[in-house]
Nanobody
Framework: QAQLVESGGGVVQAGASLRLSCAAS????????MGWFRQAPGKEREFVAT????????YYADSVKDRFTVSRDNAKNTLYLQMNSLKPEDTAVYYC???????????????????WGQGTQVTVSS
């Protein structure tokens, strides 16, 4: 099993940057494909980014491409999301997720992920 804990959220102005972290428990973090999702009030949880097990392969939602960067440090069992040029529409609760079951790439559907963190709030004011 994997336990995931996000941190790094906060309230920022448009144009600012934030870096989210997701600390994972367990010794098999490096075997998991990891993802970031977000959920705004009244909306469904949506895909943001995913990263392969070695951190080489990444894939982003069009809405965040060229602004967000996903990375991982397998030695520290930690996933990151660097968010630059934040916009008010980026306001949401951000979740990290782990996918331990084999599936195709990229893993953009939330149904492919079987472990989730509790989420961290990101609020971007205009």
């Amino acid at each position: 099993q994997a336990q995931l804990v996000e941190s790094g959220g906060g309230v920022v102005q448009a144009g600012a940057s934030l870096r989210l972290s997701c600390a994972a428990s367990g010794r098999t973090f490096s075997n998991y494909i990891m993802g970031w999702f977000r959920q705004a009030p009244g909306k469904e949880r949506e895909f943001v980014a995913t990263i392969g097990t070695r951190g080489v392969s990444t894939y982003y939602a069009d809405s965040v491409k060229d602004r967000f960067t996903v990375s991982r440090d397998n030695a520290k069992n930690t996933l990151y999301l660097q968010m630059n040029s934040l916009k008010p529409e980026d306001t949401a609760v951000y979740y990290c997720a782990a996918k331990t079951r084999p599936a195709g790439w990229p893993a953009t559907s939330r149904t492919l992920y079987n472990y989730w963190g509790q989420g961290t709030q990101v609020t971007v004011s205009s």
